[in-house]
């Protein structure tokens, strides 16, 4: 039913007559920022018109009741928005970026939710006095639990998620640094889909018929793509590809702008070795890896994991990381020993220690493929993700560099 209506909308959109668009009017008349930014002066929910489908009536009220709720509760506004950002946008398919360049052109703070075409949400807090922490919503809200109609559970995570921020606890207003934009000078132009007058009503229809048949064939490869995408077996934490990617591009943005250390940091030498064994990492992985690329993804956890401990010797003068979490390293540092079935015991975060002993093994951070994170062979099978991190990172790069270790492989 989606498809229909979405296809219906691209029917309705080739076929009506323009209101006003003469032939010698420029194609690029406004930026895709100028026209949400305008949207958004009117009304804080904005749909684009390529998603209308992908909501029914009952849904969008849904979420605007959200958005009432969530603004009274802040005491600031609330904005919405679904919007395609494929990597050929301005923002270079960056959310983050897209939300803060939305930001500069509608000049008003408040909170800022999308929705992109694979519908992702992104949220970035603009002096909001309350203190919502780095990961701002649960993961679970981040992706949809349904690869083939992500869009199936959007309003209900949409919903969740402002619910989650409405609930937080006040704080000094704070906006975050964005730490990875889009080239500043390409702030592309990008078309407005504006219907346009066709010279016959049988051209109109011809040519709307062509687009129809063609949008098809896009759903049904694109619906056809999602479907192959499988879960992990288990009900675990299994980040996508492009997750850590976007992750580890951030936290190695924020720790280079620590670089270099001191010279007085007492963990001076462990942090440059965190930045070069991260930024070595991040490196051989490559800005687009593949979504079932297993070993790709361990070495995103590795950067990730590598910039966070350097920023956290610095930060609370450590002469040594603190252990992350055995279960799960992106949750942070393990506080708690716990055992989990096929691992030697090890300390875990708070959230871990708390699972149940035989749920625990369902709750170990898996890579595509649905393997736990150290079952798969490489550096992070032999070493987990520990204290000498930097060391074991650098040492297996050397090896690898000589022929002397195989690479991670799932």
């Known amino acids: 039913m989606r498809a229909a209506a979405f296809l219906l909308t691209a029917v309705l959109v080739l076929l ?44 969008r009220k849904r979420i605007r009741t959200a958005i009432r709720r969530t603004s009274r509760s802040l005491g600031m506004p609330v904005f919405v928005l679904l ?11 960056r959310n983050d970026v897209f939300l803060h360049w939305l930001h500069d052109e509608l000049g ?45 559970d959007l309003p209900q995570r949409i919903e969740g998620a402002l619910d989650e921020l409405a609930g937080t606890p006040p704080g000094e207003p704070a906006t975050p640094r964005l730490y990875a934009t889009a080239d500043p000078f390409g702030r592309k132009e990008l078309p407005v889909n504006e219907p346009e007058t066709w010279g016959s009503f049988w051209g109109g229809l011809f040519a709307g018929l062509s687009a129809v048949l063609a949008l098809y064939g896009i759903a049904v490869a694109i619906r056809g793509r999602y479907r192959s995408l499988t879960r992990s077996p288990h009900d675990s934490p299994q980040p996508r590809v492009k997750s850590l990617r976007a992750l580890a591009d951030e936290e190695l943005a924020r720790l280079a702008a620590l670089m270099p250390p001191p010279d007085d940091a007492p963990g001076r030498l462990y942090v440059q070795r965190s930045y070069d064994a991260a930024r070595f990492l991040s490196e051989g992985v490559g800005p687009d890896p593949g979504p079932r690329d297993t070993g790709a993804a361990l070495d995103l956890v590795g ?40 691992m030697p015991t090890g300390k875990v975060c708070r959230a871990c220690a708390d699972v149940r002993p035989n749920e625990r093994g369902d709750k170990v951070l898996r890579v595509p493929g649905g ?13 987990y993700v520990g204290q000498d991190l930097a060391e074991r990172v650098l040492e297996s790069l050397s090896a690898e560099r000589f022929g002397d270790e195989d690479r991670p492989r799932g």
Not at 108 to 130: C, I
Not at 306 to 323: C, F, H, S, T, Y
């Open 303 to 342: 950067v990730i994991v590598l910039a966070r401990q350097g920023r956290e010797i610095l930060e609370k003068d450590l002469l040594r990381p603190l252990v992350p979490c055995r279960m799960n390293p992106l949750h942070g540092p393990g506080v708690l020993k716990r055992k989990v079935v096929g």
């Open 83 to 93: 919007i395609p950002n494929p990597s050929s946008s301005e923002a270079d398919g």
């Open 108 to 152: 008003k703070d408040g909170l800022y939710l999308m929705a992109d075409h694979e519908a992702d949400l992104e949220v970035v807090p603009f002096e909001v006095p309350r203190d919502i922490g780095y990961m701002l919503i649960g993961e679970e809200l981040v992706d949809s639990a349904d690869p083939g109609d992500p869009f199936a």
């Open 371 to 383: 393997y736990r994170y150290h079952e798969v062979d490489g550096r992070w099978k032999r070493g």
């Open 16 to 59: 009506v007559p323009g209101g006003g668009a003469s032939a010698d009017e420029p194609p690029y008349a406004l930026t895709r920022l100028d026209r949400v930014a305008t949207a958004l002066e009117k009304d804080p929910f904005f749909i684009d018109e390529e998603l209308l489908g992908t909501l029914d009536a009952k849904e």
